[in-house]
């Protein structure tokens, strides 16, 4: 895939436009105050509350989401998934009009149609490749955070140019971009979470905990190997590679992940992969997903206080608190 970059940009494609952001969380802000240093005219949309006074208070005009959409040229939803349909039927599509930009960080609401976008206005993503408070932490230290950008629906003509503009005027294109499809970020992204990121790491590191643990080994040392140090090897892989972090650690180590790896992680594990992308990519996860949050999300609360609860959590507040700096 080619990587785009600044000279690839043309930021000046969005003078004399708008662009509102509909949500003021991690991504919201981050984004939000990129592109206004860049000199992009932005404004927020949001419901009265902690948000509003924030960032009414970092120097932004807000507004309802109804007026925000009503004078925005853009507007980008940086919303919970859950909640982008309802918003922009109630809120958002009353207010769009021909030729105006409909835009995302990530493509669930308009891959699974929870939105449905009428045909005359653009749809793009802009979406960084890292969470909020690093987007904003690299773009003030004069690079960026790595990005991806798609067309979902080109009514204009523009829409290309349209995204590339925010991505250059978030940083985005400082530390390349790719161009996808709207689904390939979509199932992508959902596959890396559930998979990888999230759900096998977190996983990975409790069994290792609980293993220990209930062999004897002291929860605090337990809690050091199979959860603290991770942090240590992540950073490795970011800044080198995994050949890179090979070198750094002992042949002890590095022998091990060779001979004991495959017999934990083994193919059966791929086989469940492939099953689970599968899941996302048939829209099965999405359905799962929205009716629980329709419902109020009863398991992710019984799941968050189960997590809460979890002697890996117990210990690990105190062994965090041991690195804390007054």
């Known amino acids: 895939m080619e990587i785009i ?33 860049s000199g992009v005219n932005v404004i927020i949309g949001l419901r009265p509350g902690k948000s509003w ?25 940086l919303l919970p998934d859950e909640s982008h349909g309802s918003v922009f039927e109630n809120q958002i599509k009353p207010n769009l009009a021909a030729g105006k930009t409909l835009c995302c960080s990530h493509g669930f609401a308009y891959v699974f149609k929870t939105i449905v976008p009428p045909t005359n206005v653009d749809v793009i993503m802009v979406a960084p490749k890292g969470p909020g408070t690093e987007v904003r932490r690299v773009f003030e230290e004069g690079f960026g955070c790595p990005g ?32 996808c499809s709207m689904e390939q970020e979509t199932y992508e992204d959902l596959f890396g979470e ?13 069994y290792g905990f609980e293993t220990l643990i209930e062999a004897g080994y002291p929860h605090e040392m337990a809690y050091f190997e199979c959860v603290h140090e991770a942090k240590l090897i992540v950073d490795l892989i970011y800044n080198g590679g995994i050949e890179s972090m090979n070198e750094v650690i002992s042949n002890t180590a590095e022998f091990g992940e060779y001979y004991n790896g495959p017999q934990i992680l083994g ?6 992969m492939k099953a689970s992308l599968k899941r996302i990519e048939e829209g099965e996860f999405a359905r799962v997903w929205l009716a629980e949050a329709a419902n109020g999300a009863p398991i992710l609360k019984a799941k968050r206080d189960e997590m809460h609860n979890h002697p890996v959590e117990v210990v690990g507040r105190t062994i965090r608190a041991l690195f804390e700096r007054n």
């Open 194 to 206: 559930q998979n990888v990121l999230c759900g096998g790491i977190v996983d990975l590191m409790k």
């Open 148 to 179: 991806l950008i798609a067309v979902f629906q080109d009514a204009t003509g523009t829409a290309r140019a349209t995204a590339l503009a925010m991505a250059k005027t978030e940083g985005l294109t400082r530390g390349g971009v790719l161009e």
């Open 53 to 77: 006074d924030k960032a009414t208070q970092e120097g932004f005009e807000v507004l309802s989401v109804d007026e925000a959409s009503k004078k925005a040229d853009i507007i980008h939803i």
């Open 267 to 272: 193919p059966e594990v791929k086989e469940k």
């Open 5 to 37: 970059h600044d000279k690839d940009a043309d930021a000046s494609v969005l003078n004399g436009k708008t662009v509102a952001v509909i949500g003021y969380g991690a991504q919201g802000r981050a984004q939000a105050l990129c592109m206004r240093d």
